[in-house]
């Protein structure tokens, strides 16, 4: 469908960021879906980054949450499925001054993308990747995800699933990640505090955050769900006060600590698992390469570079 | 060859003999991978360019990591040197192996140097000029110490450059070059083997003495220095001129050079590339590069190629610049990964899914490779399109000498456009070509583009609407219809009309041009077409077409079961003319210049054509 026609001049270069400003399409989700949400902390945390409009940059593979880029009114797109990743890796390594998001769904990331997520993860490139984990195939209509619980009766499994699901969070963190968070789509200003975090980080940074599909998994999350009788228990990060209360908080620079957070038993805790502030990223690796690499060549234009190269080859 | 006449360097060294003057030479080197077999013909061709030869070469490498048989075949002289050579003048087998294989491609008067500590041929056989050299004993002596054999091969050099009256300084220039960063040892070790070799002429090597005919002070010369290299190397260096600045990929035979150079060479320029975690992964990341308004290249050989499919598809759909290269090996699947065939010309064409035309160009040489990755790039720039570049592993590791590029003339500076787009800025306009806005460029209207596998309407959003879809189709296709009336007609060589018409892509060029030459030394009117731009075809092909009785498709792929080759598939159904018929074979190896005559003999039904073939000339070389 066609976007409706928008009136309204854009807004000048410098002007804060609005939600009007960012609204695209409207959503193509059913109601009720986690992922509305997402989308209205997503306007938020872009309203308080405030990043000239033109520089952000919203991508997204196959899958219903992978339609986010149509909602969001920046540059961005929709690549096929599970290759997201490795297309944003392209724009952010391409580009130093853009602000890189992906989105995608727990197929797109955990599975036909798992192996690209790790690799990614582990070059530490600079970006921001969101994954909207509903526990199961919506898009297809009900089959089973690599996050659907054992037990879980879908249209490929019917008398309930068999296979073992992956545990996002300790996947994420042995990955390489050097930023891994948990986030729940019934919990806005959680969402946007995560979100934001992992914006600021300078690296590769990933959040899942919980989203339920109503239309083929009602109910998956409910036991993190404070009004359906739940618990949605967030990490406390240390202070780093040398209060007797700081011992107990979680240190997020700790691997240990984070991989004892992702083994906890369902529904776990919210917020950041593990973040390493001192990984060099991809872009500044390659970065750094350039710069070693001219000053070898004392910066000689392209030209006298390649005629250099041909009069070796006489 | 310019031998310079200095008693020192040249026939000096054999008072009171005359040599015999030669055009060209074939010399197959057999031995095994480590012996530097190719080391050996890499020097060759160097010092041919260096000499304003020209040069062509041929090699195998067994694709066992490590040790067994190689060849390496060069082919040096004056003149347009257009193919390795069907048979070789002259055979250096290095082992009793490397003799049983390699006898037979050895024309009857030729001469065979044979390793006598390893080679032993049967006594009595007459149809050589056979000369023994205790090539391992006398390397040994001359290098003495831990080396053991090594340096057998620059021992060999010193004999050919004796023999052939090669130019000793430029020869030896070249040895010290190539070895000139490693340490003094092995400068020295390298050039005492190389003495010994120049100074073995014992028994009857003595009677072996050639020199190239002076070169003609040709009017075709450019002026300009020569170069040496292979294809792999002229395409990463012609994707630097191009201005491609970003590329990702994962290695795979015999693509992985490309990447090697441009991994090391792009930092360089700015650029980068990147090494992905796999082929699918590799296409993704390029096409992100793309998408940033940096034109991208990534590639691959057959199998990988397939994997890429669905994101070029993507690329076609979303309408994104970017350069595809496929060095093209034997197939399917893991297949001949060291020989050459051209078999993946319909997968280029036609692979992915639902409607994607593209761009498919194939270089015709070495130099070619060069020039195609510009003429690419130029094109997936104007057309916003994907542009699969089909090489093949013959091109890729085979080394030439062509006049070095006019660098200050062809080079194109990269380019981003982060200008402001107008509020009329669409990114898939129905009545214009896609030019995108890239990430970064302002929106006069504020609304911010999307590029989508979607079918989307003019501003990038989804839409089920079958109208658009037959409109957006359309509009896809047309670019490249648009493209086509731009391009050049194809090189015509020989004669307008005739008998016979040679029909070649990719490095089918050269055998074909000299099957050409020698059909019509026969008395047979016939011409030679080469296709650079394989998809979309240039215009008008079809009126070329009707001026032979036949039109002969010479490529390396298999008949199929219609009978046909992938190109004469594609050109019957493109101009239903049954005039079109295939010479096409898989045996691995490039073509020889007498296998396409024959295919063009049987086609016209000649038995006079046919009756040449068998009748290959005598050995240049023969001592008579």
Request: glycine fraction near 10%; proline fraction near 6%.
């Amino acid at each position: 469908m066609s976007a409706p026609a928008v009136a309204t001049p854009p807004p000048a270069p410098g002007a804060p960021l609005t939600k009007k400003a960012l609204t695209a399409d409207h959503p193509t989700w059913c109601p009720g879906c986690g992922d509305f949400a997402v989308l209205a902390a997503f306007y938020k945390v872009l309203e308080k980054l405030n990043y000239p409009q033109e520089k952000i940059v919203t991508f997204a593979g196959i899958g219903c949450s992978s339609r986010f880029p149509y909602f969001v009114n920046t540059h961005g797109g929709h690549f096929i499925h599970g290759r997201a990743l490795p297309f944003a890796a392209g724009i952010s390594l391409g580009r130093d001054d853009l602000h890189v998001f992906v989105f995608g769904g727990d197929g797109d990331g955990f599975s036909i993308g798992g192996n690209h997520l790790v690799h990614t993860a582990r070059k530490n490139f600079k970006l921001t990747y969101v994954i909207m984990d509903n526990s199961v195939y919506g898009l297809t209509k009900k089959q089973t995800s690599p996050t659907s619980p054992v037990g879980f009766k879908s249209k490929t499994d019917p008398w309930g699933a068999i296979d073992q699901p992956i545990n996002p969070m300790r996947t994420l963190v042995n990955s390489g990640a050097t930023f891994v968070a948990r986030s729940h789509a019934t919990q806005v200003n959680h969402m946007i505090d995560t979100m934001l975090q992992a914006a600021k980080h300078d690296g590769f940074s990933v959040v899942e955050i919980l989203s339920e599909c109503v239309e083929f998994y009602e109910g998956a999350f409910d036991s993190s769900v404070p009004r359906k009788g739940g618990t949605f228990k967030t990490i406390d990060l240390k202070k780093g006060d040398g209060s007797p209360e700081d011992a107990q908080r979680h240190d997020p620079s700790s691997l240990e600590a984070a991989f004892k957070l992702a083994n906890e038993a369902w529904p776990g805790s919210f917020g950041v698992f593990y973040q390493n502030k001192n990984a060099v990223t991809k872009n500044q690796l390659e970065a750094n390469l350039i710069a070693k690499t001219r000053e070898k060549t004392k910066n000689a234009p392209d030209l006298a570079l390649l005629q250099a190269t041909f009069a070796r080859l006489r | 060859m310019v031998s310079p006449n200095s008693p020192e360097q040249s026939g000096g060294a054999r008072p009171g003999q005359q040599p015999r003057s030669l055009s060209d030479v074939v010399i197959r080197l057999a031995g095994n991978s480590q012996d530097g077999i190719q080391s050996i013909g890499g020097f060759l061709a160097r010092l041919a360019g260096r000499s304003d030869q020209d040069v062509m070469t041929y090699m195998t490498i067994p694709s066992t990591i490590s040790g067994g048989p190689s060849i390496f075949q060069v082919r040096m002289g004056n003149g347009d040197i257009l193919s390795a050579g069907d048979r070789a003048d002259m055979l250096v087998a290095f082992y009793q192996h490397s003799y049983d294989a390699h006898i037979g491609s050895l024309r009857p008067g030729g001469i065979l140097i044979y390793d006598s500590d390893h080679v032993a041929p049967p006594a009595g056989d007459n149809r050589f000029t056979s000369v023994a050299v205790p090539i391992t004993t006398g390397t040994v002596e001359a290098v003495g110490g831990t080396s053991k054999d090594k340096g057998k091969n620059i021992f060999v050099l010193g004999l050919l450059a004796r023999i052939f009256d090669l130019d000793v300084a430029k020869l030896t220039g070249l040895v010290k070059e190539r070895f000139g960063g490693k340490n003094e040892d092995i400068v020295r070790n390298a050039m005492l083997a190389f003495d010994a070799g120049y100074a073995w002429p014992q028994n009857n090597i003595r009677d072996l003495f050639y020199r190239f005919d002076a070169v003609h002070a040709a009017a075709e010369t450019t002026g300009r220095p020569q170069i040496t290299i292979d294809g792999n190397t002229a395409m990463a260096y012609g994707l630097l001129a191009a201005g491609v600045r970003h590329g990702a990929g994962y290695p795979i035979t015999p693509w992985s050079s490309i990447m090697e150079i441009l991994r090391t060479e792009l930092p360089k320029y700015g650029g980068v590339f990147v090494q992905c975690e796999d082929e699918i992964a590799s296409i993704s990341t390029a096409i992100g590069f793309s998408y940033t308004g940096q034109l991208a290249i990534t590639g691959s050989s057959g199998p990988g190629l397939s994997l890429k499919m669905e994101a070029l598809g993507w690329a076609t759909m979303a309408e994104m610049p970017l350069i595809v290269i496929n060095v093209q090996r034997g197939g399917p699947s893991t297949g001949m990964p060291t020989n050459v065939e051209q078999s993946d010309l319909m997968q280029a064409i036609y692979g992915s899914h639902g409607d994607t035309p593209r761009v498919v160009l194939a270089p015709k040489n070495v130099e070619d490779c060069f020039y195609i990755a510009l003429e690419a790039a130029r094109i997936a720039r104007t057309y916003s399109t994907p542009v699969i570049i089909l090489t093949d592993q013959g091109l890729s590791s085979r080394i030439e000498v062509f006049a070095e590029p006019d660098l200050a003339k062809v080079m194109v500076a990269p380019k981003l456009d982060l200008s402001e787009r107008p509020a009329t800025f669409k990114p898939y306009p129905l009545d214009a070509i896609t030019q995108h806005a890239p990430p970064g460029a302002r929106i006069g209207s504020g609304k911010y583009p999307t590029v989508t596998g979607l079918e989307h309407d003019e501003h990038g959003h989804p839409t089920g609407s079958p109208v658009l879809h037959q409109k957006m189709t359309a509009k896809r296709r047309e670019k490249y219809k648009a493209l086509a009336a731009t391009l050049p007609a194809p090189e015509l060589f020989g004669d307008e009309s005739g008998e016979a018409l040679i029909v070649t892509w990719g490095g089918c060029y050269g055998p074909a041009r000299e099957a050409l030459g020698r059909i019509r030394k026969a008395g047979f009117k016939a011409g030679h077409l080469h296709l650079r731009h394989i998809h979309p075809l240039p215009l008008g092909l079809e009126k070329t077409f009707a001026k032979y009785h036949r039109v002969v498709v010479a490529e390396l792929n298999d008949e199929g079961m219609y009978g046909y080759g992938q190109l004469t598939m594609m050109l019957r159904a493109a101009y239903a003319n049954p005039a079109i018929v295939s010479v096409t074979k898989t045996d691995g190896l490039t073509f020889k210049v007498s296998e396409i005559v024959a295919g063009v003999a049987r086609h016209i039904e000649s038995q006079a054509l046919s009756a040449t073939v068998g009748a290959a000339s005598q050995s240049t070389l023969a001592t008579r």
